[in-house]
Structures are given as C-alpha cells and as structure tokens.
C-alpha cells in the first residue's frame, strides 16, 4: 500500500523482513536520467531491494512525472521531497536514512546499472564474505566506453586507518560504492556537509574503525547516463572567467584532507599519525589536485587556475591538523612542484599522458 505522510514522504514499502540492498539516490532536477537509471533497476535478475530516494527540493517541477513512474514501475520504493534545498551532502546522507535494506547501494542521479545482473552478482559476492562492511565496486561511462577500475581484484582489501588512508580516493565517485547500512546510518553527521564527499568520510571511517572491505572487479555501474537532446549540470559547461583576478579560490575539494583526517585517526596516534596525513596529502596532491589545476585550465582559464592552487595551500589543506615543522615543509614542496606542473604543463601533453597517469594512480 502506497503511504503519503505529512513529511512528504511516498512509499509503496511492504511489511515483514526488509530487503538485502536500499539503492540509495540523491536527487535533484535530473529527473530524464533519474528515470532511465531506474529502469536499469527494473531490469535487476535480483528483486530483493528497494530504491530510496531524496530529493532535494527539485525545481524542475517533474515530481509527479517521477512517482507515476515508480508507481507504474513495480519497483518497491521510498520517495521523499525535501523542504528545502540541503546541497548534496545532506541530501545522501537523508537518502541513506531512509533505506530499509541490510546494505546501501550509493547511486547518482544520472547513473545506472551496467547489466541485469548487478544486483544478483553483489549480493553473492556478500555472501560470500558475510564480515564485510563496505564494499566497491568498478564503473564505465556510457558515451566513451571508458572503464575505469578502481578495484583490481575481487576480495577482502582489509581493514583498519592505514586500509582507509590508501582507499580513500575511491570514494570520491559515488556510484558502486555498497555500505553496511546499520553502521552507516549510525555515523550520520553534518559536519562534512559541503565538502561533497559525505561518501568518503563514511566509508573511511567504517573501514578505520574496524569494518572490511570488499573489493569487487566488475563493472557494475554506467556513468553518466546519455539522453539524446538532454544534458546535466556541469563545471566544464559554466561561463569561463578569462580576465578574473587571481585570487585564493577556496572549493569544496580543499575539505578532503582533514575529512579523510577525521575519519581515520581517532584510531591512530602519534608518529602514525602525522605519517597517515602526509600520506594522504601526498596522494591529493600527486593525483587529484594536479589533475584539477591542468583541467580548470581546460575550462576556464590560467587565472582561475592559479585562484584554485592558492586556495589549496597548505594552510587551508591542513586546516587545523597538527604536523611537525619537517613534515611540513616537505608538504609545501611537494604543493610547489605540483603547483608548477599543474599551472605550466602543455593540456594537450597532459591528454596525451592522462591514461598512463591514470594507470599508475591506480597501480
């Protein structure tokens, strides 16, 4: 039976044991791919699940266009409009609350299951490693064909910070990502809402704290779901700023390293500590923030750019995180050469090098 609450919450959720996997989807305004991402779910050998969704006070007025959907769809599902706009992280963290389901399957809005069988192939893999806590998965994105795996082999990684502090970039694509929904909902907090890696410190921390994790080499998710004559929002479609001044530009990804802190020493001390932090801005550095100088070049200008490499100094990175002198000054070296090939290096040569960096950041 389909229930309306006074919180606008609609769901169609029967009584009795929940299900295995709550397909957890933070959504706003993309309701075209949101529903083809859906049909993907339909199509699941596996029926045992549910799909959760939250959305963050859509301005697009489709909300009746995507309940007639579901309610035609045969999906068992939990729908819940938010009362006002929360921004992505609160908005994953709610859709993940809502979830009824043993495990949570983290999917965005414009993406999809790669095959029917997804669902079917998680859940005995799972089965098969009955400790597991978190688990990660491969994806693909449709329109190139491009996978990209970021799990190597199928098995148990470990557990533990030092686990969590070389797994930690991940996180940062949403979808694939399968978290143990009792332990996660149980570490729900706002303190990292606007860093737009809600996954990332949930994850990290599960793991830090003693949960395994499974690592599964499939392709289990489509990036980026294609609609002809449709299209999301995007960073590389906003206006360029050519002429702007060059200033500290301050972004959401300069919240990574004491997020990632965060989640992993209360279980650490000292010496190892200290070590786990410059290890983790080390990889920042080396293999996302590099990557992001050379590409805000790409789509904005050499003086936005610049604005975005003073807004991730160390100062602002370590953001209240405790080091010795010497380690860091080894982590403003490390920022001034990575500053200096980011701000310097030809794009093309960048392109033509990015799928053997890509290779070695994963190796």
């Known amino acids: 039976m389909e229930v309306k609450s006074k919180s606008s919450v609609v769901t169609n959720r029967p009584t009795g044991d929940g299900p295995s996997f709550s397909i957890c989807i933070p959504q706003f305004n993309r309701t075209s791919f949101l529903i083809e991402a859906c049909k993907s779910l339909c199509a699941q050998t596996f029926k045992h699940f549910e799909v959760c969704i939250s959305d963050d006070c859509s301005t697009d007025g489709r909300e009746a266009e995507l309940l007639e959907f579901l309610r035609g769809s045969g999906l068992t599902f939990v729908y819940q409009r938010l009362d006002r706009n929360s921004r992505y992280d609160a908005n994953l963290r709610n859709s993940i609350a809502l979830g009824g389901g043993e495990f949570c399957f983290l999917l965005g809005n414009d993406d999809a299951l790669a095959s029917p069988t997804v669902l079917e192939e998680l859940h005995r893999e799972i089965s098969s490693h009955p400790t597991v806590s978190v688990v ?12 990209f795996r970021r799990m190597r082999s199928t098995g148990i990684v470990g557990s533990g910070p030092l686990v969590a502090a070389e797994m930690f970039r991940n996180f940062s694509f949403v979808s694939g990502v399968v978290l143990r929904a009792d332990e996660a909902k149980s570490l729900a907090t706002p303190l990292w809402d606007g860093s737009e890696m809600y996954q990332m410190f949930i994850g990290c921390r599960m793991i830090a704290s003693g949960g395994c994790l499974l ?11 294609v609609i002809p004559g449709e299209s999301v929002d995007s960073y590389a479609a906003r206006p360029q700023q050519k002429d702007c001044a060059i200033q500290e ?3 959401p990804m300069g919240r990574i390293l004491p997020l990632v802190a965060a989640a992993v020493q209360p279980y650490q001390e000292g010496e190892t500590r200290e070590s786990t932090v410059l290890r983790v801005a080390t990889q920042l550095l080396v293999f996302t923030y590099g990557f992001w100088l050379v590409e805000f ?3 904005q200008s050499w003086r936005y750019a610049a604005g975005v490499y003073l807004g991730l100094r ?3 990175l370590l953001n209240g995180i405790q080091l010795s002198y010497w380690r860091r000054s080894q982590l403003a070296m490390l920022y001034t050469f990575i500053g200096l090939f980011g701000l310097t290096v030809p794009v093309g040569l960048f392109d033509a090098l990015k799928k053997h960096l890509y290779a070695i950041a994963k190796a």
């Open 215 to 225: 690592g599964i080499d499939e392709i289990m998710v489509r990036k980026d779901v």
């Open 297 to 299: 070049r790409r789509v």
């Open 136 to 147: 990660i998965t491969n994806y693909e994105e449709q329109g190139t064909g491009a996978a």
């Open 249 to 251: 530009r301050i972004l």
């Open 314 to 316: 160390p100062r602002n």
